[in-house]
């Protein structure tokens, strides 16, 4: 049986993370305390049981004050610029944050998937709703709406604009997927 895995991007992001925003030395205490069935380091080619990320985010919450949406929202809104840095081609030709949310499944993910095939990113369906306005559509077993919501601000950021982003349904709630209502401001050139 496949078992569940995630690519080492993920585990090598939330250590710069953590490392950014509570330094180095608890970062070290982080990949102690968490009981993991690999010895790291995480190299960002390869796959890692998913278990091991979700040990690594609970020792996280062991050691700082925040509550697991919140830390997940927050990593969302630093792992954004990182992704982009790993893939320069995913911001080409695209001025406008609405325009880039839309390529995400159908251009991002899916040249993921062409490198990876191993990869298992979530599927974003993004409907567009008003000239700002989005609704997207995620859905993914790991259940990381709050990741993606961080991730929407995040990629926001990146285009000098915002993402007001109201999570109207949620598989935390019962909800088959997760439903964003996003609106974005105009970007401001920098
Ligand atoms: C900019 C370039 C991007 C790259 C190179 C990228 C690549 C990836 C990769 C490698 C994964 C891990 C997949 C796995 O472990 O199997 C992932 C997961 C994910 N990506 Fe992207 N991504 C990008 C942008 C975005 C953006 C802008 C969003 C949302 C607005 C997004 C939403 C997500 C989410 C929520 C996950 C977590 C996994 C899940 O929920 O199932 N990604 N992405």
């Given at each position: 049986?496949?078992?569940?895995?995630?690519?080492?991007?993920?585990?090598?992001?939330?250590?710069?993370?953590?490392?950014?925003?509570?330094?180095?030395?608890?970062?070290?205490?982080?990949?102690?305390?968490?009981?993991?069935?690999?010895?790291?380091?995480?190299?960002?080619?390869?796959?890692?049981?998913?278990?091991?990320?979700?040990?690594?985010?609970?020792?996280?919450?062991?050691?700082?004050?925040?509550?697991?949406?919140?830390?997940?929202?927050?990593?969302?809104?630093?792992?954004?610029?990182?992704?982009?840095?790993?893939?320069?081609a995913?911001?080409?030709?695209?001025?406008?944050?609405?325009?880039?949310?839309?390529?995400?499944?159908?251009?991002?993910?899916?040249?993921?998937?062409?490198?990876?095939?191993?990869?298992?990113?979530?599927?974003?369906?993004?409907?567009?709703?008003?000239?700002?306005?989005?609704?997207i559509?995620?859905?993914?077993?790991?259940?990381?709406?709050?990741?993606?919501?961080?991730?929407?601000?995040?990629?926001?950021?990146?285009?000098?604009?915002?993402?007001?982003?109201e999570?109207?349904?949620?598989?935390?709630?019962?909800?088959?997927?997760?439903?964003?209502?996003?609106?974005?401001?105009?970007?401001?050139?920098?």
């Open positions: 049986m496949k078992t569940p895995a995630m690519k080492g991007s993920m585990f090598k992001h939330f250590g710069s993370f953590v490392q950014a925003e509570w330094g180095d030395e608890l970062w070290e205490e982080v990949l102690e305390t968490a009981e993991l069935e690999t010895a790291g380091p995480f190299l960002g080619p390869a796959n890692y049981p998913e278990g091991d990320l979700l040990a690594i985010f609970g020792a996280t919450l062991r050691k700082v004050d925040k509550p697991l949406p919140e830390l997940l929202r927050s990593f969302g809104r630093h792992l954004v610029p990182q992704f982009t840095q790993d893939m320069p995913a911001l080409e030709g695209r001025s406008e944050i609405k325009e880039f949310l839309m390529s995400v499944d159908g251009f991002v993910h899916a040249e993921v998937q062409k490198l990876h095939p191993d990869a298992q990113p979530p599927k974003l369906v993004c409907e567009d709703v008003g000239r700002s306005e989005l609704e559509h995620y859905h993914s077993p790991r259940q990381f709406c709050h990741l993606l919501h961080g991730m929407l601000e995040g990629a926001a950021e990146l285009f000098g604009s915002t993402a007001a982003c999570e109207t349904a949620c598989t935390h709630k019962g909800a088959s997927h997760c439903t964003f209502h996003v609106t974005v401001s105009e970007g401001v050139a920098s």
